[in-house]
């Protein structure tokens, strides 16, 4: 196909600005063609500064405009159904934010229409199937090195909650992460959910019942819970500890999957720099570029490469000679001060 | 200037090779213009894939080639000085990898060319300035919470060396890394160096002596050290430990800075998804960019968008009753299989 | 009353003398006088080198013994009710191995002799409540700054287990740990207990499965569960994870309790050298004293004495000039080689 | 020798009272025989409920005393000479806390006197010997495993310094734990001392440079430094990171020796409960002997023991029938309450 995808994104709220934010500054091989939103002006402002992109008040529009070759839906969940119907309809790459729709019926009704037309084209937005740790975790339970894996323990905890945040919002909303993350890391469909609801804490708004204990059981019966605690306050965390037949893997409290087996706890070393400072790189050269389009260079100056070639030739001689060895810089250019 | 940045690339070697992958894969508003290197098969292997970009032998045509408008230096160092003169004279945006020159007189002499245009047109290629926890360390320092800086340890440990690597290149290749990066935290220039040498590592190739123990002392005073240690076999390791006035902060050990002060140890805690999962929706939707432009969809599936909604209604529903919900799905269609 | 506590030790077995070896070699202000096995070769050997200690083949002895004023029951559960009302009658001292008794019913009967009694004489070995963590914790919940504690999550994971250990056992002598921890924590009665089997692990002998998890909840509601896990190979570990309603709180891997609040996770500093080298100095003494019983010195000699003054020597002078300052010895006498 | 050690502690200073109760209420074995302060009431202050023990003025009389058939050293440092060769005249065994004197030419007249004895009375304070993560790091030199040892970079951090806390005691009472924690870990003499003074802190008392680096080199040629750093305010650390040929290991932050080695990192998890609980079994059993000394019971009781029996109950039979069960208790009688 065309070398460039040319993306709609429907609707320019917070999920939808912060997706134009990235198939603009980050995305590369994808342009912003047109954003959509109800709101025409909430179009026009998200496109400002984003050459050769249109606002359009109508999914329709978009959807029928030559120049756009995909689609990004970002709306509230009830809209999903119409607009998926129509992008099926011209078989176009479709990324659509969970949920896909906001009921398993009328989800199935895309489901069938998509195997209709035979071939996928719909990605949904379970984006924590792209965390390292995640597809880390999921490694180990495909590799088989631990053995099977018995138990979950998922923790999903939010430091608080939007207003109007309902109970049946802290499941649809929140715990549908870990039920994805479940068929992610098992394989397998979920069989059962129970739901426990203990002591309160003071601080979850009238009407919300947190935190709450989801009780899970897979196909082949890997318990998996879930403590989903929305008013936290501490901070936010997404973690899971796995339990295998011969070790324990926890995720989510960085550094990588941290796993005892064997006698021993703890992870793997970083192997060399580009494992290390790859993103450095990335994030040093997007700097460069985006600094480059305004006409300036900012990050370290020619005045850093000089100076650190003195501290090397100091070093090589101090090296030799064992003793102190001076720093001696010429005089610094106005230009870098 | 014009809406994409059009970059050279000036050889095509290891780096030359990385920084063209990540300009064409992963950096927005850049494009490869073209690929120079002495090795023209080279230069033509390097283009392959990359529309529009062309391969040439010598860096004066890329500066001729009026489609080129920025050029990033990935050659040996000893060719750097002539290219960046020649870069210089076309007025535009360079980045240039460490280091400058191979020496301090020669890159003296670009500082004064640079300072005589009047304008910075040179980013040097010290990555670190970019990683999140030096940054998070320099942020640190300047905002002073801690009182001031008074000691650096740092560590630089690779696993092994590639032939040939000499006790000089040990400080023009390795530690140049930490020179810049004192210079990067304490905003000063560096004062004295001196070079402990003691048991050598019975891993280290024939002239080269490793670890080494480096002594640094900045204009005010600060004490920094390192430890080289290029054949540390364990893995790779860039860590810096702080001694404040009010605190010790390290960094260089995956999950963000780690500090003690006030009879706490410990980090900050992530505050929101954005934060955890940014990187995550970066990888998700590239994803489903480069699968679209091969023509296919990968991730999440639409059958996975439904059965996660039938979870939920399950759930919801066990949140009401408090039991064990099955949880019930329709046949699943061969294309998601 | 006496000075020194004249302990009979009831039982041989490996708990019994684990006691025995504790009371002779590490406790201060007890003695072992008797120790009571029904194989009185067994009970013969556990006092070998335990002067004034005699080894009786019944309970009633010890228990007539004019010189025992103290009694220790380490004997397998089903013979405590007859030696803790024995042992009540006598009003001395007692500290009972877990379980009291085998049943509730009969545990009800000693608690009801003790309360007629009108005084307590027993102490259950729940040795967990002395835990220095453990304590922390119940610590954390009653001063109450991080708010009501809501939920506690504990897993409980042993390498194996012994030969016949059953899923009775798996309640009875594993999860009754974390029964009393729960009551302990909570200073609350437990309400309710469910038990979840899910896929079992390959390592589990015939007949038991595991893991379990076990669900339990307070009087107040507070919602706890257990992973029991008693093949987990990796290693052991007890660990409880407290979700309080303004922080997060680990404890069982080690560092004291790990919290999260307030935007931050880490832990205490130690304080100070007491807290730090406090069990060191009690090591380095005890070691002292052993050494001395059996004629000897061992520890750091009095050449380290000399050798340590010469580097203060020298570290000094060394503080002065700046130089590098030898560090000069006297020939070493044989006896410290 | 006897069955019991009866120490004289010379010194009823802050060291002195701390080992008195330690040998007192925590060691096995020794018992104080009689406490020597030149301040007498000091001394009577320290015997106070301690049977048998006397108060006497002069390290002499408790020498003299043929109670006495040991001897612990707690007094200023000036006067360890005199009173080591009036213990040494009576063959017993010494404990002498650091230093052994106060200079290196007095403490050579001590070990030649000792060496002409021909058998080693004399153990010297240094306690960090019996920390269980220096013994583990010894162990691991010794071992072998991760090839030689090569550099060691230790940090000694203080929260503040007494009044009157020198630039000589920073290496005198401070520094000198490293030098012999360098000479323990390496078993080798140290050959050099160098000392840089950099930017102090501003909490520093007028007339003390803190921190300093402190320069060391083995017989071997080892490289050792150490950060002195007495006023740092955010707590007590002493830790020690050592760079091996296979790998690096530090101690001093917990949780026992990190490792990291073959592209791992991490440590050795807890085989057993007992190492887990050793120390909590230990001080169960001191805490029940010193309650029962004091004609009291503590810690769980017969209705900690009936009520976990309840549970238990419970647990079995909802791990037959997988339903939730209610635990029912006997009313509580008011003994426990």
Known sequence: ????????????????????????????????????????????????????????????????????NAVLIATPGFLHEDILFKALARDIPILCEKPLTPDAASALTVVQAEAKL????????FMRRFDAEYAALRGIITEGGLGELLVLHHQHRNPDTPAGFTNEMLINDSVVHEFDAIRFFTGEEIASVQVRLGKPTRNAPEGQHDPQHVLIETESGVLADVEIYVNARFGYEVATQASFEDGIVNIGNDGGPYVRTQGRWGGRITPGFEERFGTAYDVEVQAWVDAALRGEIGGPSAWDGYATSACCEAGVEAQKTGAKTAVVLAAKPDLYN
Do not use: C, F, W
């Open 1 to 68: 196909m065309t070398e460039k995808l040319r993306v709609a994104v429907i609707g320019a709220g917070r999920m939808g600005a912060d997706h134009i934010n990235r198939l603009h500054h980050r995305i590369s091989g994808a342009e912003v063609a047109a954003v959509v939103d109800i709101d025409l002006a909430r179009a026009e402002a998200a496109i400002k500064g984003i050459p050769g992109a249109v606002a359009l008040a109508s999914a329709e529009e978009a959807l029928d405009n030559g120049d756009v």
């Open 118 to 125: 035979g071939r996928k084209r719909i990605q949904v937005g």
